[in-house]
Structures are given as C-alpha cells and as structure tokens.
C-alpha cells in the first residue's frame, strides 16, 4: 500500500541565500523530469466517439493515478463505483469542461512554462540534499479545488492546475475561497506548493500536539523547501505577502515575547494556537498586521539556529530528529531585535 500525502537559473557554490548558507551548485546535476498532463489527455478522450475506449485509453496511460487517485479520490461518490463509460461521461459535464478549458488556456502543454523549470532545478537541488531520493513523475490534474496536490510514495507527484487560475478566478467563489487564500491561486506558487507536497511525503506527521511541535514541524517544512527552491521568491516560497514578511521580521522579538507571555508553545488549545500555526488573515491577540502562520515563520527561524549549531547535520537528519523540545533547546534561538 503506497502512502498518499496531501496537501533555469544556475547558481555558483558561492552565492548565498540572504540569511542562509551557500547555495550549492547543481549545474552538473543531470535530471529528466517528466511531466503529465492528464487534464489534456482526459480533454482529448471526451470527444472519442466511444467513451469506454476513452476511458480505457486513460487506464493505460495513466494505470496507477486513474484508478488509484482519479477514481478513488477525484471523482464524485456517486461514480467511484462506475467505470469506464460513466468516468468519461462525467467528464463532459459542462462545470468540468470549462475548468478543463481555462487550464488549457492557462497552462499550454506545448509550452514550456516557468512553474517547469523551476521545479526542474528543485528537484536538481533535491538530488543533491537528498541523493537517494528518486525524482518523481509529475502528473497534472483538474481537481474541482478538491486535491491541491499530493505524493503517491516516490514515484508520483501530483498538482492539481485548477488551483492556480489567478486570484479572482470566476470559480474560486470567496465565500468558499477566501481571499487570502486566493492571493497565493496563481501560477508563481505552482512550484512552491509542489515542492511543499513531497518534502511533506519525506516527513512524518507533527508528533504531539502543543504549539512548539506544530511551529518547529511546519518550520523544518518551510526552511528544507527554501533549501529547495533559492531560485524563487520568498514570497512563494514560505507563502506571505512582501508586507507580511516585512512585518515578521521587524517583530519577531515581540512575537517570541507574545508567545511565552501568553505560555502559547506548551499550549495544545486549538482555538488557541490554530491561527498561529495555520492559514488565517490574521493572529489573535496580536496587532491586525501579524499574518496567520506566524509561528511557522517563527518555527523556521529556531530550526535554522538549531541547523547552524549543527553543521555536521544533512536535511535528512533534520527531518529524523523529531524532538521539538531538543532542536529549541540546542538552538539557542535568539530572536531579532
């Protein structure tokens, strides 16, 4: 059983990130990354004169994400019982065709875009982090802003390309999308939300359930996939605004001092913590500028003391050491002034 987890630019050995350690160079790093686009090829079977050859053109293209992830977890209850002929009738539903289309138009298959090749040179900085890991296929995918992406063991990584139409889209309704979600449905963060689903298929689940466990774990998340992608914005890549990432690094000592004041990183209160430590507009308790997920800013910040107090210490030691208490402690954390 394979684990299903949800959710060119070169650089010379002595470039660095700006708070960061060199940036390796991986310009000798040969890599074949293979992309699938489903959506074309589930476009193109809808007009086949028989939707059971449609539908068995897909299984053969596609024999494990067809049934596996596309049956299993994409199409509506009702169908996931069907097969062949009533799949492929779904799919030329007039809601599904027209999402089917504004990807097409967004997302041309000829073309090679930069969501692509930034994900190209991830997975040439992956090899070098992590050596042994394969290099996925990915494969695309309309999900009805069901499954924004996922990992199905390490073969497969998928995206679903309906999540990034741009913010305003006219299916990303606000009233189930709000908009500060939507701020980040566009094609820049393709390549960060990616690289986020397999480095999260690398990790286990945050063991425990107090603050300091969530923030050091989605911390580790955020500071491997800027190891990963030094190549694209910060923006994208740790998912805040310019603004929001202003604000964060002119207060981190106050919100640091928040933190213990209130005994926030030993509290395991949902209503509490879940803003701090998940997406939100904003933080309780705190000024109408702090963005929600501010701990997780914070989180990384400790696991990047913890990983320069450490140097003998590989991403994949990093990702093993799942004592939350210990990588505070050892790091010593000292927020800015």
Excluded at 3 to 31: H, M, N, Q
Excluded at 74 to 86: F, H, K, N, V, Y
Excluded at 252 to 281: C, F, Q, R
Excluded at 299 to 315: A, H, S
Aim: charged share 25%.
């Amino acid at each position: 059983m394979h684990r299903i987890c949800f959710w060119i630019l070169l650089f010379s050995l002595a470039a660095c990130t700006p708070d960061g350690p060199p940036v390796p160079d991986v310009s000798g790093i040969d890599l074949d990354l293979t992309v699938r686009r489903f959506e074309d090829d589930l476009a193109n079977v809808r007009d086949l004169d028989s939707t059971l050859n449609g539908a068995q053109v897909l299984r053969e293209q596609y024999p494990v994400f067809y049934d596996s992830v596309w049956v299993e977890l994409l199409l509506p209850g009702r169908l996931r019982s069907q097969d062949s002929a009533m799949v492929v009738a779904w799919s030329k539903q007039p809601a599904l065709r027209k999402l089917l289309d504004s990807v097409q138009v967004a997302f041309p298959v000829n073309a090679k875009q930069k969501w692509q090749v930034d994900l190209m040179q991830a997975f040439k900085y992956a090899k070098h982090y992590f050596p042994e890991k394969p290099t996925p296929t990915i494969v695309t995918y309309p999900s009805e802003l069901t499954l924004g992406a996922f990992t199905y063991g390490e073969a497969m990584l998928g995206i679903g390309l309906d999540f990034y139409l741009g913010d305003g889209f006219s299916a990303y309704d606000p009233a189930v999308v709000p908009r500060y979600i939507q701020r980040s449905m566009n094609a820049d963060h393709i390549a960060s939300r990616a690289i986020e689903a397999w480095v999260s298929g690398q990790m286990d689940e945050a063991k425990g359930e107090r603050m300091l466990d969530r923030m050091i774990h989605n911390g580790k998340l955020l500071y491997i996939k800027e190891r990963l992608l030094p190549h694209v914005a910060d923006t994208a890549v740790l998912g805040f605004s310019a603004d929001q990432l202003a604000w964060l690094e002119n207060n981190e000592l106050e919100m640091w001092a928040h933190y213990l004041d209130k005994e926030l990183l030993y509290e395991t209160n949902p209503g509490l913590i879940g803003k701090h430590v998940g997406p939100s507009p904003n933080a309780p308790g705190m000024p109408p500028e702090a963005p929600g997920g501010n701990a997780n800013w914070v989180g990384m910040n400790i696991v990047e003391q913890y990983m320069e107090r450490r140097p003998d210490l590989r991403l994949q030691d990093l990702i093993d050491e799942k004592d939350s208490q210990r990588i505070l402690t050892e790091s010593k954390y000292k927020p800015k002034r």
